[in-house]
């Protein structure tokens, strides 16, 4: 059953923004209209399925009013019959509908993201599939109009990636990304590989919203700073001057580290940024930890160390373990095009999780 209190005051709400950002109750300060444009955007999908459901509600006891009207001649009543059916079938979707949009948001899922990914075990295969993973998650962001800056890139003598970190801004990235966190395994057949053998290598990914200053308060004193001279890979140019930057953040030991900039701010800079999103995910971790500690069933706990997904080049299938999806568009998946396929997928299973879990609790 739908909460009807909870959806009447909704919108009542709802109007009340309205009624306030149009100007009907008098000016509004700029910093409170902000405010209210952010909350009015984000009830307005629960206001429109409201309004649906009920709409389809409505025009069901009108037609069962039409049946029950003796006067109603044949067609009309045939006509009527058919569509209470239609109607009959829609509402429980429409009130589905309904609930997702109730469902508790994660703070998290509007922020932007902080995209790392490793190379794992497989040596320098591990390190090209580290490359593949980054480059489908560029094309994902650029299919969605995000934004992809490279913050930290460490490459392998044979053009894979050993480790980059990469800043990913635009509209619900985290919401997006965050059920990306775990290895990913690959299998394939290495081309250094003259037997044919099929070899079975892994990448981590792990996603970190990006936090604010708002969001973590870092005190200096808990931070030590240490200043070096940037190295690199053998033949390649590096700086020349004491322009990298490690930051330990002493209280957690969570140690990040920047040399990809000449500029010993910048560095600093990009590091404090992702220490900061570091902190916090470890903080939201945390607090998740203890709310899931008595449940079952979850989409994935986001922890790098578990393996969520396959990608079987020989059979040309990307398999999600978590929710048993297997898609046979391997080649669309890595460009980026069937990825949303997958992601969506994990929502909606995180979606339903949750909902049962909420009206299992009432």
Not at 60 to 89: F, N, V
Not at 165 to 179: D, M, P, S
Request: hydrophobic residues 35%; negative net charge.
């Amino acid at each position: 059953m739908l909460p009807q209190e909870k959806l009447k005051m909704i919108q009542a709400r709802y109007e009340e923004l309205e009624a306030a950002m149009s100007g009907e109750m008098g000016d509004v300060a700029a910093e409170n209209f902000v405010k209210m444009s952010r909350e009015y955007s984000e009830i307005k999908p629960v206001v429109e399925a409201i309004q649906k459901f009920q709409a389809a509600r409505d025009e069901l006891a009108g037609l069962e009013e039409m049946l029950d009207d003796s006067g109603t001649d044949k067609d009309m009543r045939e006509m009527a019959e058919q569509e209470i059916e239609e109607l009959k079938a829609t509402l429980p979707d429409l009130e589905h509908s309904i609930k997702i949009q109730l469902l508790p948001k994660d703070d998290a899922d509007e922020k932007n993201a902080i995209l790392e990914i490793r190379a794992g075990t497989g040596g320098e295969e591990a390190a090209l599939f580290a490359g593949d993973l980054y480059r489908m998650y560029q094309r994902y962001a650029e299919g969605l109009g995000w934004k992809c800056e490279t913050m930290s890139l460490s490459e392998s003598d044979l053009g894979g990636i050993k480790e980059v970190i990469v800043k990913v801004t635009g509209r619900n990235v985290f919401a997006n990304l965050k059920f990306e966190s775990g290895v990913h395994r690959v299998q394939r057949v290495p081309e250094t590989e003259t037997g044919g053998r099929i070899h079975t290598s892994a990448a981590t990914v792990a996603v970190l919203p990006e936090a604010e200053e708002v969001d973590v308060q870092l005190d200096e004193s808990d931070i030590r700073v240490d200043i070096f001279r940037a190295s690199g890979p053998g033949g390649q140019s590096v700086n020349t001057t004491d322009s990298a930057v490690r930051l330990t953040h002493i209280p957690t030991g969570i140690v990040v580290q920047q040399q990809d900039e000449k500029s010993q701010h910048k560095n600093k800079a990009k590091a404090m940024s992702v220490l900061r999103s570091r902190i916090y995910e470890a903080e939201r971790a945390a607090k998740a930890a203890e709310r899931s500690a008595a449940r079952k069933g979850q989409v994935g706990s986001g922890d790098r160390s578990e393996r969520i997904r396959t990608y079987n080049f020989p059979q040309g299938r990307v398999t999600d373990h978590r929710i048993n999806l297997t898609l046979y568009k391997l080649d669309k998946v890595l460009a980026g095009e069937a990825l949303g396929e997958v992601i969506e997928a994990l929502i909606s299973e995180g979606q339903a999780a949750q909902l049962a879990e909420i009206e299992g609790e009432v």
